[in-house]
């Protein structure tokens, strides 16, 4: 079975600087889909970045990018420029076939 | 991109009582999914929802227990019977909008039932 680790329960960091969240996962198939899904306190999950397993260039969405190393099994997130609406549970998930398998997630504090 | 809207939003039910939580979508997706968020937890799938046909439960979640429909390709309804407070979750209705693997997977804005 396809797990996902997230060994970091939290995180800080301070507003305009840059952090980094961390991912592994455990998979025997060779096509997949990885993501981090953000959840602020209003509950709603909201995608952050997505990549796909066979493409080699790592993913970027304006602030975020993602550090994807397919033989480590390993997916991080780096967010830069922190802003306070950065703030907020992350979770790294693993899709094979459209259902998603969840890391435990990390909460995001940023300081003013 | 899907807008998924979820009833109720909220509610606080009576131990042994039943709720249907509804999931309705603006266009027609192939695949519907349920998640469970339990208090301070990551999120679990409970199972696929097919349309025209029995939903298909991941393990440790039964169709007695949490009865699904799903009767056209915009709408599915989740059910919590015979609730007890270990069911005091978030329950959060997502889509695939095609049936190709890598979707970007939408969600609803979950709904919180307290059981008390």
């Known amino acids: 079975a396809q797990t996902v680790t997230q060994s970091q329960p939290e995180m800080s960091v301070q507003e305009a600087e840059t952090v980094t969240l961390s991912c592994t996962y455990d998979?025997?198939?060779?096509?997949?889909?990885l993501f981090w899904y953000k959840q602020p306190p209003s509950r709603q999950m909201i995608l952050v970045i997505r990549?796909?397993?066979?493409?080699?260039q790592n993913a970027t969405e304006n602030r975020f990018s993602v550090n994807f190393q397919k033989a480590a099994k390993s997916f991080s997130l780096k967010i830069s420029d922190s802003q306070l609406g950065d703030a907020a549970m992350y979770f790294c998930?693993?899709?094979?076939?459209?259902?998603?398998?969840f890391g435990a997630g990390t909460i995001l504090r940023v300081k003013s | 991109s899907a807008v998924i809207s979820q009833k109720p939003s909220r509610d606080i039910c009576q131990r042994g009582t039943s709720l249907t939580i509804q999931c309705q979508v603006d266009?027609?997706?192939?695949?519907m999914f349920w998640y469970r968020q339990q208090p301070g937890q990551s999120l679990t799938l409970i199972a696929t929802?097919?349309?025209?046909?029995?939903?298909?439960?991941e393990s440790g979640f039964v169709i007695d227990k949490f009865p699904i429909s799903r009767p056209n390709l915009t709408f599915s309804t989740l059910t919590v019977s015979n609730m007890s407070p270990e069911d005091s979750s978030i329950y959060l209705c997502?889509?695939?909008?095609?049936?190709?693997?890598?979707?970007?997977?939408?969600f609803g804005e979950g709904s919180w039932l307290t059981v008390v």
């Open positions: 266009s027609q997706v192939t695949m």
């Open positions: 997502s889509v695939a909008p095609t049936g190709r693997s890598g979707n970007t997977i939408y």
């Open positions: 998930a693993y899709s094979h076939g459209n259902k998603l398998v």
């Open positions: 990549q796909e397993a066979y493409k080699q």
């Open positions: 929802a097919n349309q025209g046909s029995e939903a298909t439960y």
């Open positions: 998979t025997s198939e060779s096509d997949y889909y």
